[in-house]
């Protein structure tokens, strides 16, 4: 949601829409329709700030995951068939300057693993990653730096899946939940309309200073996020319905069983707090969060520190500070239920 976009009163592509739900839905039975006895694996690796990756984009000394999740699948003759790597960072190497359609890191991830285990299918799964990037770890923007992340984690991945242990009689199971969330009240439109003049004429400052691009990218973000709150005020003044309240409430939390492991699956984009919380208080050893799955959230589920700072991710967010708590009490709960 931007201004442009709510002012050419632009939409999502239907066909686009319905063509990837063919897609999807073809996979799945394809997918049925070939099931084979087989083993399966799940460990981590690390893979963080001492190889210059990733970290967190509000504070570069702030809270990071470095923890690389792998599963590993093979065949009953020790063939590998597949593995998922699960890793807490936003694919934004390649940033908004490009205009092409780019996997970024997760790409390389999957051509390194494809020189390695090339028989392998490759999964990626985007760990809590709301406040993670590689904003101030990043040597540039471009392929040569995403190849040099996405080779990294994959390398790591690759020694994880050569040392895992490997079961073929482990138990499957799934839960889910559905959790109520209270969403913000919005400013009032004048308030808001300051805000995102406020910050245009910082931005614009900062870009005639030649300021670093650190200082403008923070800024942009900022201004960014101000335009977005607007757009929301705006679309309820036009009693146009926001897509974000509507589709993606209540906020379903899934827990999947992997034998002695669990994963914990989790809606929107969320602060990677949460994420190692969910995994520290979890009663199985073997846990670990992924995000963006079973759908989207109302902006970004912050931390409370997070909302009263302020800045891109709390400010396009129509959530509340009681939102991730909430999402991982609902986690803690279905865990306990599992045992």
Known sequence: LDLEALNKGL???????????????DLITEAYRNTFEAKIGIDKGYCGREKGIGGNRRDPEGVVDPQVWTIGIQDREGNWKACLVRYSLHPTVIHEDSTLVTADYPGYIRKYLSETKPDAIF???????????????????????????????????????????????VSLMVKSSEVDIDL?????????????????????????????????????????????????????????SIDLEVDELPVEVQVIGIGESRIVAVQGEVFVEFGLRIQKESPFKNTFVIELANGCLPGYACTKEAYREGGYEADTSLLTGEAGDSIVETALKLLEETK
């Not at 939409?11 to 839905?25: R, S, W």
């Open 184 to 240: 913000k009240k919005l400013p009032s439109r004048e308030k808001a309309e300051k805000e995102v003049l406020r910050t245009k004429n910082k931005l614009e400052k900062l870009k005639r200073e030649n300021a670093s691009y650190i200082e403008i990218q923070n800024a942009n973000l900022k201004n960014l996020g101000a335009e977005d709150n607007l757009g929301y005020i705006l679309l309820k003044e036009k009693r146009v």
């Open 11 to 25: 939409k999502p592509d239907k066909n686009y829409i319905k063509e990837l739900e063919d897609k999807l839905v």
């Open 123 to 169: 999964l990626f799964a985007q760990g809590t990653s709301g406040d993670q990037s590689t904003r101030y770890f990043r040597k540039g923007q471009n392929f040569k730096e995403a190849k040099r992340i996405g080779y990294a984690i994959g390398e790591e991945a690759d020694r994880v899946l050569n040392s895992m242990e490997l079961k073929s009689d």
